[in-house]
């Protein structure tokens, strides 16, 4: 079975600062990739997503990931943040298991903004 | 769009006691799940649907029971509420094409 790790649990840093959270995934087989932003007492909101493809994946809000199946990663980058950008981010893996789907969640990673 | 839809967003219960938690959605999509969500251990996956009449269970599904008798429904119920089911619990659906999970804005529950 799948399995994610978020290897950070939480994140500060400074506005206008760049960021990364890691995201590392358990197998080299074909996947399905995602990142989610949940930000306080909301549900999860899709940030991006890898089907297939290019390996750099842009998404909303200035994030961008970037799938390496190598090193069975992918990890989420933003050039400059905002204090908006505080949220707890989610990555996720779809697996396909006798035809069905299952989506095994990291345990997520507190980004906290700075002034 | 309504999307997913879940009630009630708070519940208080009292250990042993029985309720249901439901989730809609207006998207026609066949596969729904049901997650909860505890800090430090992200969502776990309680229970999926790939179809009405079709569910199978996910990585923590004791103590709960689903259903899916229309494409639109999917709800969880707890027979018999403990502490340890004291969650946020979410309710998501995932698109034919886009490969997704919509999620609603959740529920919280707490069993005292």
């Known amino acids: 079975a799948q399995s994610v790790t978020q290897l950070d649990s939480q994140v500060p840093v400074f506005e206008e600062a760049p960021v990364e959270l890691r995201c590392n995934y358990s197998s080299s087989v074909s996947v399905y990739l995602f990142w989610y932003v949940q930000y306080p007492n909301q549900g999860l909101q899709l940030l991006l997503k890898y089907l297939s493809g290019s390996t750099l994946v842009k998404g909303i809000n200035g994030f961008e990931a970037e799938f390496n199946k190598s090193q069975t990663s992918f990890h989420l980058r933003k050039p400059s943040v905002h204090i908006s950008d505080t949220a707890e981010y989610f990555c996720?893996?779809?697996?396909?298991?006798?035809?069905?789907?299952?989506?095994?969640f990291g345990t997520g990673t507190r980004l906290k903004v700075l002034a | 769009n309504a999307g997913v839809t879940q009630t009630p967003k708070f519940q208080v219960l009292k250990t042993g006691q029985s309720m249901t938690l439901q989730c809609a959605q207006d998207m026609n999509h066949e596969y729904m799940s049901w997650y909860r969500q505890d800090p430090g251990m992200g969502l776990r996956l309680i229970h999926y649907?790939?179809?009405?009449?079709?569910?199978d269970q996910g990585e923590v599904p004791n103590g709960y029971n689903v259903s899916r008798s229309t494409t639109e429904d999917f709800p969880l119920r707890l027979l018999s509420a403990a502490p340890s089911q004291t969650s946020v619990y979410f309710c998501?659906?995932?698109?034919?094409?886009?490969?997704?999970?919509?999620f609603g804005e959740g529920s919280r529950l707490t069993v005292l």
């Open positions: 998501a659906s995932r698109g034919p094409n886009t490969g997704e999970l919509f």
């Open positions: 996720a893996v779809r697996e396909t298991t006798s035809g069905t789907y299952k989506y095994i």
């Open positions: 649907s790939v179809g009405a009449g079709i569910t």
